[in-house]
Structure formats: structure tokens, C-alpha cells
């Protein structure tokens, strides 16, 4: 079974910290992905991966960037936190591209910026 | 802009039942739709997905049905059980080959009553 980990469940960081959050999947999975979620907007694309070395902005690439150098750990990077970024963070994995590969998702990070 | 809008952020049904969650999107360049379930403290889980060459897709009790020309899309659950309670976002796609690079809906929150 398609394990996503997040390396921490909650988190709570003061504005303009540099936080990151860990992600590691462990099926071997080419495609990897970030993704937030809000109450009354559902989930919303931050940034994705493809391959290693690769990265890609999704829809609300703003104040995020992201890091892969290895196949099975995607990184996200906030690099100066506001309180706007309090969200449920999640990270998936996918095994291909095409539109039915399912994405596997982790438990997700409830991040909090006060 | 919402580009795939769930308007009923919740629902509630006997079991037994049947279950219908409705999903709207605005983008005709949509041609992949997919189903997640997701559980308080977990992350979503892939459910069912449809093309936009079918109307209609089943898997066990599942079905998802397609009107393109309405730009609608439904889930129907058929019977409904207790353990179906969840949240429910649709998600579509644009291309084939870019699975994982979804627009999601809000989520609409069944709960499924013995």
C-alpha cells in the first residue's frame, strides 16, 4: 500500500519564519504534488513535480517555493510565513501522468502563522 | 473564480438510501472528472473518475454520471452506509497527460444516518 508522510501533524510558526514541510512517499512514485486546503475553497494546486530536479507552480505558487532532489522527498518551502498561509497543507504522490492515476495523499499539516 | 463549484456543502441521508452529491464546473476545456473521499484527520482517497467521452461510470455501489452540455457532473451512492460519511470533492482535469494537476471543488460533507 502507497505510503505519503508528512513529517508533522501541527505546526505552529510566528510571521516571517522560514518553515518547511517535509514530505516523503515511499512507492516510488514519479509525480509528486503540494496541495492546501480551506474551508469553502477545497484543495488548491501550490506546486508539483513531475521528476526529480523538477518542479512546476500550480495555481497559488505565491510566497511558496519547493525543493526535490530526491524521487521519494518533495519539500515546501514558506519562505517568510504570514498568517495568510494558516491551511491544511497536503501532499500527494501519483505512479503516472495520466488524468486517472490517483493521487495518494498524506494526513496533511495544519499549519498555523500567528 | 471557482472553476468547479459544489453548492451543497452538505447532505444528509438515511442508509439505505441513495446518496446523489451534484458538482458544477464553468471550464469547457474540462474533459476529466474524479471523485475523493476524505475522513476527518486523513487525507482525500481516490473514489472513481469519468471521461468526457463516457456519461456514466460505475464501480460497486458508485456511479458517476457525465452531462457535459449542462456542465454537470453527480456522484450517486447507492445503498448509502454509515461508513460513507465523509467529505466529497469532485476535481477535473484538462489534459491526459497531466494527472494530479486538479481544480477541486469546496467538498460537500454527507453523513450517512443508521
Known amino acids: 500500500d502507497v505510503k505519503v508522510t508528512q513529517s508533522s501533524r501541527y505546526l505552529v510558526k510566528r510571521t516571517g519564519e522560514k518553515v518547511f514541510l517535509e514530505c516523503v512517499q515511499d512507492m516510488d512514485h514519479e509525480n509528486m504534488f503540494w496541495y492546501r486546503q480551506d474551508p469553502g475553497l477545497g484543495l488548491r494546486l501550490i506546486y508539483f513535480s513531475y521528476d526529480v530536479k523538477m518542479k512546476e507552480k500550480g495555481d497559488i505558487p505565491e510566497g511558496y517555493s519547493v525543493s526535490r532532489e530526491k524521487k521519494e522527498r518533495f519539500s515546501l518551502i514558506l519562505e517568510s510565513a504570514s498568517t495568510n498561509q494558516t491551511s491544511m497543507y497536503l501532499c500527494?504522490?501519483?505512479?503516472?501522468?495520466?488524468?486517472?492515476?490517483?493521487?495518494?495523499f498524506g494526513n496533511g499539516t495544519r499549519l498555523t502563522v500567528t | 473564480d471557482q472553476q468547479v463549484k459544489q453548492n451543497s456543502p452538505s447532505l444528509s441521508v438515511q442508509e439505505g438510501r441513495i446518496s446523489i452529491l451534484n458538482c458544477d464546473y464553468t471550464?469547457?476545456?474540462?474533459?476529466?472528472f474524479l471523485w475523493y473521499k476524505k475522513y476527518p484527520a486523513e487525507g482525500p482517497t481516490f473514489l472513481i473518475s469519468i471521461s468526457s467521452i463516457k456519461d456514466k461510470n460505475e464501480d460497486g455501489r458508485f456511479t458517476v454520471f457525465l452531462n457535459k452540455s449542462a456542465k454537470h457532473l453527480s456522484l450517486h451512492i447507492v445503498p448509502s452506509q454509515p461508513g460513507d460519511s465523509a467529505v466529497y470533492f469532485c476535481a477535473a482535469s484538462g489534459a491526459y497527460n497531466q494527472g494530479g494537476k486538479l481544480i477541486f471543488g469546496q467538498g460537500t460533507e454527507l453523513s450517512v444516518k443508521p
Open positions: 500527494a504522490s501519483s505512479f503516472s501522468r495520466t488524468y486517472n492515476s490517483p493521487l495518494h
Open positions: 471550464n469547457s476545456m474540462f474533459d476529466y
